[in-house]
């Protein structure tokens, strides 16, 4: 038992960066998830698009932090496209992001021109702000921590504003929004278009961790984020817009430190995703569930 806890306790640093990282992705799935309405799986598209993109301008010798902020726009675009393909087409919105996200594969391959692309003899971000120390997880944990705090930061002062609060209302009621004179596909456009920009930007940052950018780096993603984000909404809940924001990041951290538990006790890396999709599905039916059984003990108690 001793050998599991040390290995699990030796593991924490470099799941806490990971987590860091993967926590843009579950943010980009809060957003037209919790705050829109908008059920989107464009993410899953946009996290490779922002690594391929990414990897091919530092491998042609692009400053990293010009290629991030370029992968970040790649992401917001392709959030755009989706919502436009929703809103002008009237698909619905699971369709659209498959379409756009299997398109999304082929654009990826053009970008490349290849599967993969290694960076491990380039500069990242991490080897321009800590040079040397750039390999060590608390540098990673530091850096990109810094940047999930500006980005919680700047989501906050967003939503409290009027413009993040007419966006609110449109997830809620578009309807009603529109009728307050609130531009609904505007809104929807933006929102989508920011979410699988942090997605993307998330791609960027997670190949100059792992030192090479790869067209099926994506896979799975999806579903990691969203256990991410229901863990963390049961930890911090969602009455408040700072628990809501908080909740991706929270869920993040909790998530791959139950993965990385997971691993230490001998559970096979192949049924990691087995395992995620029944836990998701389990906390998704859990209320329907509850309500069942309360239903079962109010009729009970009507008969007596």
Same mark, same amino acid.
């Given at each position: 038992?001793m ?7 030796g ?12 926590s ?19 993410s899953?598209?946009a ?9 091919t ?29 929703h809103l002008?087409?009237?698909i ?8 756009v996200m299997?398109?999304l594969?082929?654009?990826n391959l ?6 993969n ?14 040079g040397?120390?750039?390999?060590q997880?608390s540098v990673?944990? #530091?850096?990109v921590?810094? &940047?999930?705090?500006? /980005?919680?930061?700047?989501?906050? *002062?967003?939503?409290? !504003?009027?413009?993040? $609060? ?5 997830g809620?009621s578009?309807?009603?929004a529109?009728?307050?004179g609130?531009?609904v ?8 278009g920011a ?14 961790t792992q ?10 993603i999806l ?17 408040? #817009?700072?628990r809501q924001? &908080?909740a991706?990041? /929270?869920?993040?951290l909790?998530? *791959?430190q139950?993965? !990385?538990?997971?691993? $230490? ?6 049924d990691?995703?087995?395992?995620t999709?029944?836990?998701v ?5 859990l209320?329907?569930l ?15």
């Amino acid at each position: 038992m001793m050998d599991v806890f040390n290995s699990f306790y030796g593991l924490i640093p470099v799941t806490i960066a990971q987590s860091l990282i993967v926590s843009f992705v579950v943010l980009g799935v809060m957003l037209p998830f919790r705050i829109l309405n908008f059920p989107d799986l464009t993410s899953e598209g946009a996290f490779p698009l922002g690594g391929c993109v990414c990897g091919t301008l530092i491998a042609a010798g692009v400053n990293p932090f010009l290629a991030c902020l370029v992968a970040l726009v790649c992401g917001f675009a392709a959030g755009c496209t989706t919502a436009f393909i929703h809103l002008r087409f009237k698909i619905n919105t699971l369709l659209a992001g498959i379409l756009v996200m299997t398109m999304l594969y082929s654009i990826n391959l053009r970008i490349m021109g290849r599967t993969n692309i290694p960076l491990f003899t380039y500069d990242t971000i991490f080897t321009l702000l800590a040079g040397s120390a750039a390999n060590q997880a608390s540098v990673k944990i #530091i850096i990109v921590g810094f &940047l999930i705090l500006l /980005v919680v930061a700047a989501m906050l *002062y967003f939503f409290m !504003s009027e413009k993040g $609060t007419s966006m609110r209302a449109v997830g809620a009621s578009p309807d009603m929004a529109e009728a307050q004179g609130i531009n609904v596909g505007t809104a929807t456009i933006l929102g989508v278009g920011a979410a699988s920009a942090l997605s993307a930007t998330g791609g960027s940052i997670m190949v100059q961790t792992q030192g090479f950018a790869d067209v099926n780096m994506g896979f799975g993603i999806l579903i990691n984020g969203l256990a991410a984000l229901i863990i963390g909404e049961a930890i911090t809940g969602r009455q408040t #817009i700072l628990r809501q924001v &908080l909740a991706p990041v /929270v869920g993040s951290l909790v998530y *791959y430190q139950l993965i !990385s538990f997971c691993l $230490t006790l001998g559970l096979a890396p192949a049924d990691l995703k087995f395992a995620t999709g029944a836990f998701v599905l389990l906390m998704l039916a859990l209320p329907n569930l509850r309500s069942a059984g309360g239903g079962v003990q109010i009729r009970e108690k009507v008969r007596e």
